[in-house]
């Protein structure tokens, strides 16, 4: 609201609460004249019945009998001229008799007071209320990444308020900048950094090959096995980097989730016999998730892997799903010592590795994973089962 409006209302207000106060002041003196106006009359007889005691009973009759008010339209008209006590000298003004329009007058001011006020109430409300579905709108845009909205200012109440919203969304506006421009930084760097790795890897491997007489199968195997995890490495990086800018495209389409463990298992299949684990995936009713299926089963894949390792010979990991209205619910667990409470915060930090884990991975596989997830709309968690064994927990929700 401008200056201009804020004095409007306060005019109103002003003017309400007077006529309110004027009402209730005419009333009670009103009141007040007719109390006085009583002791008069009654001394007025009074002083008759002392001075002529036989006139007691006619006085007594006349005051039964007649009305001794001057009403409010003789008053303004100054009828007086058969009033007895207007033949003797006396009026209104001496008397204090009054008539019944003053109370009218001040009833009609006081509800007159009233509206005023009320509607000074209501007209305030109206414009703060607009104020403020102003401001909740020009946020509401802001959260939906409407850019560049602005609104005519002005010189109220709201004014401070307004202006500290416009600083608070201009800083988080460069505070994002900022951060996008961080990420995208980031990203490029391991992009560059992986296909840095390409070359020196290739020309390995040549070398590798063409030494492979003069070195020996020993020596060469553990050479291959890390270039291999260079390899790995290098698609690992470019993996990460498309993530952390936004370029990762998933083909999101309904997927049965028997489907995508199944198939995650068989490309594990070679990889569990050799470590003598064995996987069961059951199969359940049909239960359908919108995601990627490769994506997906790359996520899946490294979780069971992750359980593979943590588990002995002989021993098992087990999927299970379920569904209900808000989300499909997948879980992966092992028959291990489970998760160390120094690992658990930590498991889905990437490039981090436990102080007691077996493989010879780098870090990235649960990052991933988690990625991967919460990309398509779910959520992952780890934790121990209460008879032992690390759990995964994944939930992709219908909305």
Not at 321 to 341: A, C, H, M, S
């Amino acid at each position: 609201m401008s200056k201009k409006s804020n004095l409007k209302i306060t005019v109103l207000f002003v003017l309400s609460v007077s006529l309110i106060v004027a009402a209730m002041t005419t009333y009670l003196l009103t009141l007040y004249y007719r109390h006085v106006c009583f002791h008069i009359l009654g001394g007025f007889c009074e002083s008759m019945i002392e001075e002529n005691p036989d006139s007691r009973q006619a006085v007594l009759e006349l005051l039964k009998t007649h009305d001794f008010h001057m009403t409010g339209e003789n008053i303004l008209s100054n009828k007086y001229d058969n009033h007895v006590l207007a033949n003797v000298g006396y009026d209104p003004s001496n008397l204090g008799i009054t008539g019944t329009t003053a109370i009218w007058i001040a009833v009609l001011v006081f509800f007159a007071g009233g509206i005023l006020f009320l509607f000074s109430f209501w007209y305030w409300h109206r414009k703060s209320d607009a104020r403020i579905q102003a401001l909740t709108g020009y946020l509401e845009k802001i959260n939906t990444g409407v850019q560049g909205v602005v609104f005519e200012s002005s010189d109220d109440e709201f004014s401070k308020l307004q202006d500290e919203i416009y600083k608070t969304v201009t800083e988080l506006y460069q505070t994002r900048e900022e951060a996008l421009t961080a990420r995208n930084n980031f990203a490029e760097n391991l992009s560059n950094i992986a296909h840095q790795l390409k070359t020196p890897i290739t020309s390995i491997s040549l070398t590798v090959q063409m030494a492979k007489e003069h070195l020996g199968n020993a020596r060469t195997a553990e050479i291959k096995r890390q270039i291999n995890r260079l390899i790995h490495l290098e698609e690992a990086l470019l993996l990460l980097s498309r993530i952390d800018a936004g370029t990762l495209v998933f083909d999101r389409k309904p997927t049965d989730v028997f489907t995508i463990l199944s198939l995650a298992s068989d490309n594990l299949y070679e990889l569990f016999m050799q470590n003598g684990v064995l996987i069961d995936v059951p199969e359940m009713d049909e239960m359908n998730i919108n995601v990627d299926l490769n994506w997906t089963m790359e996520a899946v894949m490294n979780l069971m892997k992750n359980c593979m390792e943590a588990t002995g010979t002989g021993a098992g990991v087990h999927c299970s799903y379920e569904k209900n209205p808000l989300y499909v619910q997948i879980r992966i667990w092992d028959e291990g010592e489970g998760f160390t409470k120094e690992d658990l915060p930590h498991l889905f930090e990437r490039f981090y590795r436990g102080e007691k884990t077996k493989n010879t991975g780098i870090g990235i596989g649960l990052s991933l994973s988690k990625a991967i997830i919460e990309m398509q709309n779910g959520i992952i968690r780890a934790f121990n089962l209460p008879n032992g064994g690390a759990c995964f927990e994944i939930r992709f929700y219908t909305s």
